[in-house]
């Protein structure tokens, strides 16, 4: 299983629509199951994007916010029903007899799948006003402990290849913890003044964090929004762990402000920005991941950070 954090160090660069982009590129390039996870617990965009309809929301049987507010002896059996929730009728023969009988009688339809292969966990089930606060609170050791404990349940017990951890701007715990999990941090930026600086800030953050933990993992920046006369100068930063930049689109920005499910549907992977993900970003990923070869035209990037 392969894990990519996507962090920034401001809000509004993009993030969930590239999480969401990514997950629905690399499940249908790779052919297999894509796990995302919205881990901005006051926003939660990416639980609204996924699920429109209230109800639906509502009778999810495992979120974040129960899992974090749950004491160790009650995550067993919310993991079981995160277990039950993403089950597949291509379910292997390691589940329990129960849980197989109910997949291979079609009865037990997963709630978190939004599209084939595609699973999201919501950051809570609360449609109308989540208690999030508290959460804010959590020690960076808890946080990385229970996260880590999920993340390790999804590697044993989970049928999913890849994990997407779309956190909230800046860096709070859970974004932290998130970035000592994965094999990939991609930090997003806009070409401001602001959003370099904190970009920058939150690369040294990381790195100091997964130093002190001794883990090791790559960290690159993508710039998103990118004006014209920008291009070639993000082009150029490729040395300096730069992904291919993404150009600014004016059609997503109005398709995503008046209909955030647009980017579930079929007709959003004509967009100029779907497009250059596709065709560039997840080329170079799936190359340092380790998935793909290199071929002609994709110039090697280094990684001048390893935390």
Excluded at 166 to 177: E, V
Excluded at 196 to 220: D, F, G, P, V
Excluded at 230 to 253: C, E, G, N, R, T
Excluded at 256 to 279: C, G, P, R, W
Aim: proline residues 3%; charged residues 20%; aromatic residues 8%.
């Amino acid at each position: 299983m392969r894990t990519i954090t996507l962090c920034s160090g401001k809000g509004g660069v993009g993030k969930t629509l590239l999480a969401t982009s990514l997950g629905r590129i690399i499940q249908r390039q790779e052919k297999c199951n894509v796990l995302l996870v919205d881990l901005d617990l006051s926003v939660r965009g990416l639980t609204l994007l996924a699920f429109q309809n209230k109800y639906e929301l509502d009778r999810l049987p495992f979120s974040l916010t129960d899992y974090f507010y749950s004491e160790d002896g009650d995550q067993p059996a919310l993991l079981h029903e995160l277990q039950k929730g993403l089950a597949q009728k291509n379910g292997n023969a390691e589940e329990s007899p129960e849980l197989m009988a109910q997949v291979t009688a079609g009865t037990n339809t997963s709630t978190y799948q939004r599209l084939d292969g595609l699973f999201i966990l919501p950051s809570s089930t609360e449609s109308e006003r989540p208690d999030w606060t508290p959460l804010h609170h959590l020690e960076l050791t808890e946080t990385v402990e229970k996260l880590g404990k999920l993340y390790e349940f999804a590697t044993s017990s989970l049928h999913v290849d890849y994990i997407i951890f779309d956190t909230q701007a800046g860096l709070g715990s859970l974004s932290l913890a998130a970035t000592t999990l994965s094999d990939m941090n991609l930090i997003v930026l806009e070409e401001d003044d602001i959003s370099w600086r904190t970009s920058l800030n939150a690369l040294m953050e990381i790195s100091a964090l997964n130093k002190r933990l001794q883990r090791k993992c790559h960290s690159y920046f993508l710039a998103n929004k990118v004006s014209s006369s920008m291009m070639d100068v993000a082009d150029k930063l490729k040395s300096f762990s730069f992904l291919p930049p993404i150009p600014f689109d004016a059609w997503v920005q109005k398709l995503f402000a008046h209909a955030t499910t647009t980017v579930l549907e079929k007709d959003f992977e004509e967009s100029d920005f779907f497009k250059q993900v596709e065709s560039q970003v997840w080329q170079e990923l799936a190359v340092i991941l380790g998935v793909r070869q290199r071929t002609a035209g994709l110039s090697p990037r280094s990684s001048w950070w390893r935390g």
